[in-house]
């Protein structure tokens, strides 16, 4: 009875000196089961916890804690799980348990309490907590005191980006892309009329689960919008994109036509591969070739608007410091140049990720955990101004937070962009988000740029075609870039930065091409035309205005900037060869009768003296000049007009030169 009573008043003076109770089983004498349970649980948990699989090792220890509630090192590793999982309450709750318990524990403790702290934007605490850290130190988690100095830092930053927030809104896009589960990544075409991205869902391919993180595998999802401007709900893109492993968005082409995606390659590298919409279907993924894929993985992805050059993103041991960003540009033989590092003015010794090039060609975006973070990853932007890289500007607050901050992409005008977050009051712990950048919209500072987009059709069945559309930068007389339309679809879209002259040319075999000269001068604003192109198959009677043939003003030589576009005549006719044509040149009103039809015969011939020099038998060719006989504004519609600008236009269109099918 004496021993009873003692033991209790020991119990009674344990309870009192301290609340933590250690895993100890002389603290559990009468439930030594139990404690041999609860024991092999936390073993197990720590496990998983000290490799990072927080799901795992949550499921252990909240076991361990139904039977031993008390004790503070378990109930601050509980709330490290949840707040690694995105249960930001649940992981504040038991950590504020886990202090109750023994303020004296592990120093990484106080810096998963500092790091809440920064999440919530309260700076000056998180400073105090994460200097508190490093005096008590860690021996649970030591890397992590490396970086105090860095968070301390990133605080910093926040207090002052919170100080100037920028005018935007931001909005969840809404449970017809977002759900319960996790979506991110999310790719847009360049218009905003369709968008990709990554989701975990029962309906993933295969309807696979990954161990590590207890959570389905990930699968890529897509939407378009429909006439109101809403987004239809999401659906799986299926095979072949998605497979029965994991499947990512990481980047899209500018008309929604490649798709780039990361998922493990044959010798479990995480790399990029691309996919090509051929019709309503998706070809089977490609990886990209080297020197895009090396033996490193490569996370991220992103065309530029020529379609010729690939941003990307390695963690290949020759960058600067962790994952960087390089770029490849492809030659005119359709190989891949060196990978090249775009140098330290973007790249830290930190990662860098989630690469997105904006449709105008020189804005970059991309996320980094650089020391101009306010916490993990934020957003930056950096110009490209005679071929160097500003400084990266961080996009401010509130697109940027505390937490991570990726996968930012823009739309064409400017107006819109799309990202992740992980903001309370969501569908799900991740979700999609949509920035309305308020100033731009007010002061119609739009990126300057012209986005052409419409359908090509046969001009008499009106069927969708699939046809080649080159861009040419007529002052430089070279290709910019090739498309080709949507076979099921026709639609097309290109991008056009301003400060060029551009010649367009869309062609298919059997059919005249259409030929378009759009000249957008460095000062033009943001615009978006919708074009629509018949194509005439090759019949005698149909013509074509080669709107890119250019003469020196009252002179009949032809222009160097011409030759791209007669060369597609050259073409035409070596496909043809039994065709005939007539080259016929046009003047406006503005001259003598007799001197303008003796300039466009004169313009005629040269273009068929160009012809021949290529190699066309002159007896296929007829030379034509036409004068100011047949006008396509007449000059009593043009004395309508009330700006020189509109009338100089119209003479302009006037002044034209036609390839014309005389016998086929």
């Known amino acids: 009875m004496k021993f009873i009573t003692g033991l209790l008043l020991i119990l009674s003076s344990y309870s009192l000196t301290s609340q933590n109770v250690e895993f100890d089983k002389k603290n559990f004498p009468s439930n030594k089961d139990g404690f041999k349970t609860a024991l092999n649980e936390l073993n197990t948990g720590n496990f998983h916890y000290m490799n990072h699989v927080y799901s795992q090792a949550l499921s252990s220890f909240e076991k361990a804690q139904n039977f031993n509630p008390k004790n503070a090192e378990l109930n601050a590793k509980i709330a490290d799980c949840y707040f690694r999982t995105g249960e930001t309450e649940k992981a504040k709750t038991q950590l504020e348990e886990a202090f109750k318990l023994d303020a004296s524990i592990d120093g990484y403790f106080t810096y998963l309490k500092a790091q809440m702290a920064q999440a919530e934007n309260k700076f000056d605490e998180a400073i105090k907590l994460y200097r508190a850290s490093k005096t008590k130190g860690s021996s649970i988690r030591p890397e992590a005191m490396t970086s105090v100095d860095k968070k301390i830092k990133e605080c910093g930053v926040g207090k002052k980006l919170i100080e100037t927030p920028i005018n935007v809104e931001i909005v969840n896009v809404g449970n017809a892309i977002n759900t319960p589960n996790q979506e991110y990544v999310p790719v847009i075409t360049a218009d905003e009329s369709e968008i990709f991205f990554t989701s975990r869902r029962s309906d993933t391919e295969g309807g696979g689960r990954d161990a590590q993180i207890d959570d389905y595998f990930e699968d890529i999802y897509y939407s378009s919008k429909n006439e109101k401007g809403e987004w239809h709900p999401a659906v799986n893109l299926g095979k072949p994109v998605n497979d029965i492993s994991h499947d990512a968005t990481v980047g899209l082409s500018i008309d929604g036509q490649k798709l780039f995606i990361y998922r493990d390659n044959k010798k479990g590298i995480g790399n ?96 980094s955990n650089g020391n101009n973070s306010m916490g993990g990853f934020d957003i930056f932007k950096s110009t490209l101004e ?199 040149a046009h003047s406006d009103s503005r001259g003598s009768d007799a001197y303008n039809l003796k300039l466009s015969q004169d313009r005629a011939q040269s273009c068929v003296d160009y012809l021949t020099s290529k190699g066309i038998d002159k007896s296929r060719l007829t030379a034509k000049g036409y004068g100011e006989s047949m006008p396509i504004i007449s000059d009593a519609d043009i004395n309508k007009m009330t700006t020189e600008k509109e009338k100089e236009d119209a003479y302009q269109q006037n002044r034209r030169t036609e390839f014309k099918i005389l016998e086929n």
Do not use: C
Request: glycine share 8%; charged share 25%.
């Open 272 to 367: 990029i591969y691309v996919t090509e919409k051929k019709g309503n279907e998706w070809t089977t993924p490609v990886e990209l070739p080297e020197p895009i894929t090396s033996k490193s993985q490569e996370t991220s992805a992103s065309y530029d608007y020529t379609g010729k050059t690939i941003y990307f993103v390695s963690a290949r041991p020759e960058g600067k410091g962790g994952k960087d960003i390089y770029k490849s540009t492809q030659n005119k033989d359709g190989k891949w140049g060196d990978a090249e590092n775009l140098g330290a003015i973007i790249n830290t010794e930190f990662d860098e990720d989630a690469v997105f090039l904006h449709p105008d060609g020189k804005t970059l975006y991309f996320s």
């Open 386 to 584: 005679k071929g160097k890289w500003s400084k990266p500007i961080n996009l401010g607050y509130p697109i940027n937070s505390s937490g991570d901050d990726v996968a930012f992409v823009l739309s064409a005008n400017g107006e819109h962009g799309y990202y992740t977050s992980e903001k309370t009051g969501g569908e799900g712990k991740k979700d999609i988000y949509k920035i309305i950048f308020l100033d731009e919209i007010k002061n119609n500072s739009r990126p300057k740029l012209t986005l052409l987009k419409g359908v090509v059709f046969d001009n008499k069945t009106k069927k969708p075609l699939s046809a080649l559309i080159e861009i040419f930068d007529n002052d430089k007389n070279e290709l910019v870039s090739s498309y080709e339309s949507n076979s099921a679809t026709g639609k097309y879209m290109v991008s056009l930065p301003a400060g060029h002259d551009y010649g367009i040319s869309v062609k298919k075999e059997g059919y005249l091409f259409y030929s378009e000269n759009i000249n957008i001068p460095d000062t033009a604003a943001f615009q978006e035309i919708e074009k629509n192109i018949g194509l005439d198959k090759i019949e005698a009677g149909k013509k074509v205005i080669l709107a890119n043939i250019f003469y020196d003003y009252n002179k009949s030589s032809l222009r160097q900037s011409s030759f791209n576009e007669l060369d597609k005549v050259v073409e035409l006719l070596n496909q043809n060869k039994n065709t005939r044509v007539e080259l016929g």
